[in-house]
């Protein structure tokens, strides 16, 4: 009989590619992950590990078990959420990872409304870019990410699990208020910044990316990159301060500096998708499905700020 810990164990080797890398994502010890992957490999009755060096490789054996340890660990989360379906009040644990700035300004108030609805969940955050927490979340590490995607660089599918879309936002123009460009309330072509200090992400990630491309694509121009964060509110406070200007999403808010001034990019406009993703079948848990319903809520909300008034 095959134990399904050590398929999960066999399946983060498949994924994180050392012995160490996956003691130390499930805090275990490397000589435990050895000692679990050899009991399972009694188990097999075949070769699932062979050395490479000071490394291990996984035989074809091994593969075609993997596949099956996908199919077996998905089957026993539906059976797990059908169970918890039973249950009078929604209770265990919800893990979520998100971007900063869906953190902030999605994630929290959505928190407020689950601590309202659903007094007895549990919700646990941690921050994390889309590249750490999308392939952790297929693992089982995280159930709910939140993350972004750009119109240029699209993630690539994953079949273990879904997406739905929360937000389309805009990036603007951010200036400081004594900015000769912030002075008129129009937009901002990115090639009268060619002389600018400016703020981006961190390499390698989409949101760094995207500067450089549009600085180089529309405003013809390679950009002075002085300041790297993904923190964005940091960005922020650097503009307001008069070292930078940048490009910031609309989450972010930044008509909440009045030392910094947002104004639309005069070429083309700049946007992203912000999503909730998780493990296909998982929002049958009735946990997931209160995490996104709130999700949900305040995306709502904010897509409402964001209209004009007629």
């Known amino acids: 009989m095959l134990d399904l810990r050590r398929l999960r164990l066999l399946r983060e080797l498949a994924h994180r590619g050392t012995i160490n890398a996956v003691a130390s994502a499930l805090q275990y010890s490397p000589s435990a992950v050895s000692q679990q ?12 590990l062979e050395r490479v060096g000071r490394n291990v490789r996984l035989t074809a054996a091994a593969q075609i078990l993997v ?34 700035s869906a953190g902030l300004y999605l994630l929290a108030p959505a928190l407020e409304l689950i601590a309202r609805d659903h007094p007895a969940l549990r919700l646990e955050v941690t921050d994390d870019e889309p590249e750490t927490s999308m392939p952790t979340l297929a693992l089982g590490g995280h159930d709910v990410v939140l993350g972004d995607e750009y119109a240029f660089h699209p993630r690539p599918p994953d079949d273990r699990l879904t997406r ?8 603007r123009i951010m200036l400081p208020a004594s900015h000769p460009q912030a002075a008129h309330g129009g937009p901002v072509p990115l090639a009268s910044l060619k002389h600018d200090a400016w703020a981006a992400g961190k390499e390698p990630g989409f949101y760094s990316e995207l500067t450089i491309r549009a600085c180089r694509a529309l405003g013809g121009f390679e950009p002075d990159i002085r300041h790297r964060s993904n923190d964005l509110l940091m960005l922020l406070t650097l503009v307001a301060h008069g070292q930078c200007v940048t490009l910031l999403p609309d989450l972010v808010r930044p008509d909440r500096e009045p030392n910094a001034v947002a104004r639309d990019v005069a ?35 904010l897509r409402s700020e964001a209209t004009p008034a007629p």
């Open 267 to 301: 070429e083309v406009p700049l946007t992203r998708t912000v999503y909730g993703a998780f493990r296909r079948g998982s929002e049958r848990r009735p946990a997931i499905s209160a995490v996104l319903a709130a999700l949900r809520e305040t995306a709502a909300g």
């Open 164 to 171: 739905e879309i929360l937000l389309e936002e805009r990036f």
């Open 37 to 48: 992957l050899a009991l399972l490999e009694r188990e097999a009755g075949v070769p699932l």
């Open 67 to 100: 596949g099956h340890a996908d199919a077996l660990l998905a089957r026993v989360e539906e059976a797990e959420a059908d169970l918890e379906a039973t249950a009078e009040q929604i209770t265990g644990t919800v893990r979520i990872a998100a971007i900063q």
